[in-house]
C-alpha cells in the first residue's frame, strides 16, 4: 500500500537574519547605555571643571584709575602660564615636596612590604585581624586622622610632650628636619593600610609552588621573600608608588592643619596647593590660582609618567 506524503507547507514570510553588523551596533548601543552615567560623571565633574580653569586661566583681573577704581577682567591669553612658569615660590614648593615625597613614600612602600610579607607566612584568620586593624587609619577620614595628629603634636596638651618631660627629654615636633618627620609620620601612617593590602594581595597570588621549589632548593624564608616573592610584585609596588607620588605632590590637607600650630614652619606656600589655595582664597586672585592649578596637572602627569616607565624598565 503506497505512503501517502504530505506536501510541504509554502510560507509566505521568508527568515529573518540579523547581520553581524547590525549585531554589532545593537552591542555598542547597550554599552554606551551602561557607560553613560560614568560619561556623565566624568564630564560634569573632571571635563567642564578643567576647561572652566582654562577659560579664566586666559583672563586677568585689572583695575581702572590708578588701582582705586573698579576692576575688569580683561584677555590676557598665556600670559598668566609664563608667570607660573617663572614663579619661584611655586617652583620651590613643587621640589620641596618631591624631595619630601621622595623620601616618605620609599619609608612608607618599605614598610607596607615588610608587614605584607611577614602576614604572607601567617596562618588565614590571624592574616584577617591584623589586615583589619593596619587599614584603620586609612579608614579614617583625613581631616580626622590630621586633627588627632595636630592634638598629639600640639605644644601645649600632646601627652606625647608631656610623656617625654617626664622622661627629661626635650622634643620639639616642628622646625627644621622636625617639620617634615612630624608630617612624614602622619601621612606614613595613613597610607601604610591600605598598600599593605595591595601588596599582600598581590603575594596572594602568587603560585605557592614557587615557594615550594625554593624550599626544595634549600632556600630559608628571608631568601625566599627577597628572591622569589619581591621580584614577582615589582608592579604592585611600581602602580602603588605612582599613586603615592601624584598624592604628594597634590598634598594639601595635613600640612594646612598643622600649620595651625606651627605657622613659622610651614608657610603659605609649603606644598604648591597650599599656594594656589592662598593665591585663589586669600589674595582673590582665581585667574592666577587656575593657571597654577593647570601647570600643576600637567607637571604631575610628566612626573608621574617618568616615573612609571623608568621604574618598570629598571625593574623587567
Known amino acids: 500500500m503506497p505512503t501517502l506524503t504530505r506536501p510541504p507547507v509554502a510560507t509566505d514570510s521568508p527568515v529573518r537574519r540579523t547581520s553581524p553588523r547590525r549585531t554589532g551596533s545593537r552591542g555598542a548601543y547597550k554599552g554606551l547605555l551602561f557607560a553613560l552615567p560614568f560619561l556623565i560623571g566624568f564630564l560634569v565633574t573632571y571635563v567642564l571643571p578643567i576647561a ?12 581702572t584709575g590708578l588701582g582705586f577704581g573698579p576692576t575688569r577682567t ?11 612658569l617663572s614663579d619661584s615660590a611655586f617652583w620651590n614648593g613643587m621640589l620641596r615636596t618631591l624631595l619630601f615625597g621622595t623620601a616618605q613614600i620609599t619609608v612608607m ?7 605584607a610579607l611577614l602576614l604572607d607566612g601567617v596562618a588565614a584568620r590571624a592574616v584577617r585581624f591584623f589586615r583589619a586593624g593596619l587599614l584603620i587609619p ?28 617626664r622622661a627629661g627629654l626635650d622634643i620639639h615636633f616642628f622646625g627644621g628636619l622636625n617639620t617634615y618627620l612630624s608630617l612624614g609620620n602622619l601621612l606614613t601612617w595613613q597610607g601604610i593600610g591600605f598598600n599593605m ?10 603560585p605557592r609552588e614557587l615557594y615550594e621549589a625554593a624550599r626544595l632548593d634549600g632556600a630559608r624564608e628571608w631568601r625566599i621573600a627577597w628572591s622569589v616573592k619581591v621580584p614577582n610584585i615589582t608592579g604592585i609596588l611600581v602602580l602603588t608608588g605612582m599613586f603615592s607620588l ?21 608657610n603659605t606656600d609649603f606644598t604648591p596647593m597650599m599656594g594656589i589655595y592662598d593665591t585663589a582664597f586669600k589674595t582673590g586672585n582665581y585667574q592666577y590660582a587656575a593657571a597654577e592649578s593647570l601647570v600643576l596637572a600637567v607637571a604631575t602627569g610628566i612626573l608621574a609618567f617618568v616615573f612609571y616607565h623608568v621604574t618598570n624598565r629598571k625593574m623587567s
Open 109 to 115: 612602600l618599605g614598610i607596607s612590604l615588610l608587614l
Open 197 to 206: 593590602i595591595l601588596i599582600s594581595a598581590s603575594l596572594q597570588a602568587l
Open 138 to 165: 586609612y579608614v579614617v577620614p583625613t581631616v580626622v586622622s590630621s586633627l588627632m595628629w595636630l592634638f598629639l603634636y600640639s605644644p601645649t596638651g600632646s601627652p606625647l610632650l608631656d610623656l617625654a618631660d
Open 246 to 266: 601624584i598624592g604628594r605632590l597634590q598634598l594639601f590637607t595635613e600640612p594646612l592643619l598643622l600649620r595651625q600650630i606651627a605657622p613659622e614652619s610651614i
Open 74 to 84: 580683561v584677555f590676557t591669553g598665556f600670559a598668566n602660564f609664563a608667570s607660573v
Open 52 to 63: 572652566y580653569a582654562f577659560s579664566e586661566s586666559l583672563h586677568e583681573k585689572k583695575g
